[in-house]
């Protein structure tokens, strides 16, 4: 079924693209319009992140964007170039550190990730907060660990009726189009 559907996404795309190429003159023929304006910045923005959909439930990468409490992540959800990750079909789950998680960090961390030259670095980190899966709070008590897309599995831990993922405290859980957000407290670190 998933296949169906993305072959369908695939089709309307290709349509919609195509539909946008040509437009017609008065007499009946068409005239290819290619755009001379596309800058390297435009090249960047390419994807599914960047297609927009007001008519469906948004994804994570929408919630992320539209939440005061995550500017910090967005910016290095950006910096890394994971945009497309965050709207993938999912189901995922990501723990989205707070503002304050990342300010938490030693001074001068954040603002060194988020240099072009470290983007490599900074994805690692971020895809340390993503892992496949739509798992309510709840539901991930009974787990002991979560492989993260990091390639890095870490500890879950249940303290009464808090839930701990990588050190990081859930606090509140968003659920999204293509999966669930769990708002966290701190910055999941890989373990290099």
Do not use: W
């Not at 023929?29 to 948004?58: L, M």
């Not at 929408?62 to 890394?80: K, N, R, Y």
Request: proline share 5%; charged share 20%; net charge negative.
């Amino acid at each position: 079924m998933k296949t169906i559907t993305k072959l369908l996404f695939v089709s309307a795309v290709l349509l919609v693209f195509s539909a946008c190429k040509n437009e017609a003159k008065s007499d009946g023929e068409e005239t290819v319009v290619e755009s001379s304006a596309a800058s390297d910045a435009d090249s960047e923005r390419q994807g599914q992140a960047f297609i927009e959909n007001d008519g469906s439930t948004p994804n994570i990468l929408q919630i992320a964007i539209g939440s005061p409490d995550h500017t910090t992540l967005v910016a290095a959800v950006q910096a890394a170039g994971l945009e497309n990750v965050l709207v993938n079909a999912g189901p995922l789950m990501v723990f989205a550190p707070t503002n304050a998680a990342f300010d938490a960090l030693p001074p001068g961390t954040v603002e060194d990730l988020l240099k072009p030259e470290n983007k490599d670095k900074l994805a690692t980190i971020l895809k340390h907060h993503v892992t496949p899966g739509n798992y309510n709070k709840d539901f991930l008590k009974k787990f002991k660990k979560l492989g993260q897309a990091g390639g890095q599995d870490v500890t879950v831990e249940v303290k009464g009726d808090d839930v701990f993922v990588g050190g990081a405290k859930i606090l509140a859980s968003i659920p999204a189009g293509n999966g669930i957000i769990h708002v966290v407290d701190k910055v999941i670190l890989p373990a290099n």
